[in-house]
């Protein structure tokens, strides 16, 4: 069964930059996958995605500013998130995108953002 690890979540200023991170075990390459996020009391939404082509796509609310990447030798993930904004706030998870059926849920990493 497929693993997602999330991490690299943290405390960061408005205007601040932070780069996470989702590792997957059990699972010999990415093809496509996926960040979303939730917020307190939202539900969960599509953040980013990429596909093993390494085409890119962004939720409006981050285009410009988050870009994800994959490190398939390392199984691995990541979102940079740049001029982060309060709104970004959430806890962050990787998996399928949307038009894919999902792995098992991971259990996320915070982003706490402060003004």
């Known amino acids: 069964q497929v693993q997602l690890v999330e991490s690299g979540g943290d405390l960061v200023q408005a205007g601040g930059s932070l780069k996470i991170s989702c590792s997957a075990v059990?699972?010999?390459?990415?093809?496509?996958i996926a960040w979303y996020r939730q917020a307190p009391g939202k539900e969960r939404e599509f953040v980013a995605s990429i596909t093993d082509e390494h085409t890119e796509n962004y939720a409006d609310s981050v285009k410009g500013r988050f870009t994800i990447s994959i490190d398939n030798p390392k199984r691995t993930v990541y979102l940079q998130m740049n001029s982060v904004k309060p709104d970004d706030a959430a806890v962050y998870y990787c998996n399928s995108p949307p038009e894919f059926d999902p792995y098992v849920w991971g259990q996320g990493t915070q982003v706490i953002v402060s003004a």
């Open positions: 059990a699972i010999s390459r990415f093809r496509n």
